[in-house]
């Protein structure tokens, strides 16, 4: 379902809707403003909501849209923040920076085609036909950048313009395999060893949801051939990826680009206070989403994981409903 908070933001949602009718996928589109229209709001997601399995919040300026309709309901919601009056980074600051227990996935600014596109992901987790589509569109994004290629060169290319000549390097040899747990269902990936307090809040709060996760340590830049070969080696074994990263986070984008699965991204604080880690992690170009959550938001990432799984996992969502239950838990009034 496509919830717009404003009827002015139709061309964001447009983008949406074209990426899901060339998928072939059902989707519901709703007006309805977090604050002027509360009660509406309510009355949709708890009411005409049963069909649904990820939901679409398209809002700028204070954009508590998303979050409210994370409060309502445990199933994923994905934000798209709009450029407004302060060019968007109002409305993405205020979507990713979510309390504990009511985790959205923001997509870049104005992105309303990586929300679906992270919509399709998400249900392609239980549906073989979405996931092999996922896989064909990939694929044809090659011949899209040919066709681009062959355009831009049409367009300025020189007299001094030369094609350099191909010479093949044979691939550096990676005998080791990346082996998990026959049970791991979520892999948590990081860059570096200077984020494990957000990693262990990750595994820890997946372990009470009894949901079963592996951690790996692997630089995008320093070891590209392993991070590549790892990933083809445990990607139809895990549902969803969780990655951990700071500065530039390289590794999330890497890990987008060699999947089609689900990727949720953490950015850390780091010497710009996490500015420079949560922009270039949610600014993805059309086709390759990350699920950004808000600056060392742990715990968040690893209950939109569960939000993800328990649309088909009756015992993920019973354990995810009690868990969410215990953090809204107020103990100063009872």
């Known amino acids: 379902m496509i ?9 964001i949602a447009q983008k949406a809707v074209n990426v899901l009718e060339d998928m072939n996928i ?32 398209i809002a700028g300026l204070a954009a508590h849209l998303p979050g409210v309709i994370a409060s309502y309901t445990t199933k994923p919601v994905i934000a798209v923040p709009v450029n407004g009056s302060m060019e968007g980074i109002d409305a993405l600051l205020a979507s990713t920076e979510m309390q504990l227990g009511t985790p959205v996935a923001t997509m870049g600014i104005d992105r309303g085609d990586n929300a679906a596109w992270l919509a399709c992901q998400i249900i392609a987790c239980n549906d073989k036909d979405v996931q092999q589509e996922l896989v064909d569109v990939r694929k044809g994004y090659d011949e899209k950048m040919q066709i ?21 390097h044979p ?17 948590i990936l990081s ?58 986070t390289v590794l999330s984008g890497a890990i987008v680009s060699l999947t089609t699965k689900p990727v949720i991204g953490v950015p850390c604080s780091s010497h710009i206070k996490g500015i420079d880690s ?24 690893a209950l939109y994981a569960a939000r993800i799984l ?13 868990f969410t239950n215990s953090l809204h838990r107020n103990n100063y009034y009872e």
Do not use: W
């Not at 002027?36 to 990820?54: A, G």
């Not at 328990?310 to 009690?322: Q, T, W």
């Open 3 to 11: 919830i717009l908070g404003s009827g002015s933001d139709y061309k």
């Open 310 to 322: 328990s649309i088909y996992d009756e015992n993920i969502k019973e354990a995810l409903n009690k």
């Open 171 to 187: 691939p550096e040899v990676i005998d080791k395999k990346l082996e998990l747990d026959s049970d791991t269902r979520v892999l």
């Open 278 to 301: 949560l922009l270039s992690m949610v600014q993805m170009p059309p086709g390759v989403p990350t699920a950004t959550m808000g600056l060392n938001a742990g715990e968040n990432a």
């Open 191 to 248: 860059g570096n060893y200077s984020n494990m307090e957000i990693v262990h809040k990750i595994t820890q709060t997946l372990d009470t949801l009894d949901i079963k996760s592996q951690y790996k340590v692997i630089s995008a830049t320093r070891t590209p051939g392993k991070l590549e070969k790892y990933i083809k080696d445990v990607n139809n074994q895990v549902e969803l990826y969780i990655v951990v990263s700071n500065l530039s």
């Open 26 to 57: 059902n989707y519901d589109l709703r007006v309805a403003s977090a604050h002027r229209t509360h009660d509406r709001i309510k009355d949709v997601v708890l009411n005409c909501s049963d069909e649904v399995e990820v939901f679409i919040a």
């Open 148 to 168: 681009a290629e062959d355009d831009v060169i049409s367009k300025i290319a020189g007299k001094h313009y030369q094609r350099t000549k191909r010479v093949e």
